[in-house]
């Protein structure tokens, strides 16, 4: 009896365990709270550079595949022209004309993603997990990749720290074919080791490591003329 306990525990995944289910929504609340209440201004600053640029909408929203694969719709600041879905395809290429001035900081910088912050207070989201993906890739997971819905889509996971320079990788041409070639793969197996690793610990290990990521390639666009 204490063999079969153990075998069972061995085949349980962490997305089944209580921090997963509990621990991490509580943390989302609390952090995500706090983090909007002191950056609101911040909001209206960059909603206003937006406004300034290329008029309304301030926000980009698109489905997006969620927990258990029910879509919602993300939230970014808008980076790219009106209507950028209809000129060009899903993948942001390199150089890509449909960015605007505003829009190009916004993404360099990472701070286009921060009003996910309030998606993740709602629970669409969380603050760690999975990044979102389109729904035509999600509603073709097979096998492990499933395993991938079973935790909420986060701001940044493994695979966004791998990739932060994902336009640099798929190139100015044809990026939605290389980028289902040559990244969605990679970007899975990362997803699904998440959703197989999640704890507390790991967390904190991916928002280090994204920080750090996301403070190097900004200094390297605004003082360094990197990435431009």
């Known amino acids: 009896m204490k063999n079969m306990s153990k075998q069972k525990k061995k085949k349980r995944k962490a997305y089944d365990g209580f921090y997963n289910k509990c621990v991490k929504r509580a943390l989302d609340i609390v952090i995500t709270g706090i983090a909007l209440l002191i950056l609101w201004p911040f909001y209206l600053i960059l909603s206003l550079a937006v406004i300034a640029e290329d008029g309304f909408p301030v926000f980009y929203r698109a489905d997006r595949g969620g927990y258990q694969n029910k879509p919602f719709k993300i939230c970014k600041f808008r980076s790219m022209v009106k209507n950028a879905d209809k000129i060009g395809g899903g993948t942001t290429a390199l150089n890509d004309p449909r960015i605007t001035k505003i829009g190009n900081i916004l993404r360099k910088t990472k701070l286009d993603e921060i009003p996910q912050l309030g998606q993740v207070f709602l629970g669409k989201m969380s603050l760690i997990g999975p990044r979102p993906e389109l729904l035509r890739y999600t509603n073709l997971y097979e096998g492990q990749e499933k ?62 490591k994204t920080l750090g990521a996301v403070f190097h390639k900004a200094f390297g666009f605004l003082f360094r003329n990197e990435h431009r």
């Open 147 to 208: 395993d991938i819905l079973k935790v909420r889509p986060g701001i940044t996971d493994f695979s966004s720290v791998e990739f932060i320079n994902l336009d640099e990788i798929v190139g100015g041409e044809n990026a939605d074919e290389m980028y289902e070639k040559h990244v969605l793969k990679k970007k899975n197996a990362l997803r699904v080791k998440y959703a197989h690793e999640v704890s507390f610990k790991t967390d904190v290990y991916i928002l280090f």
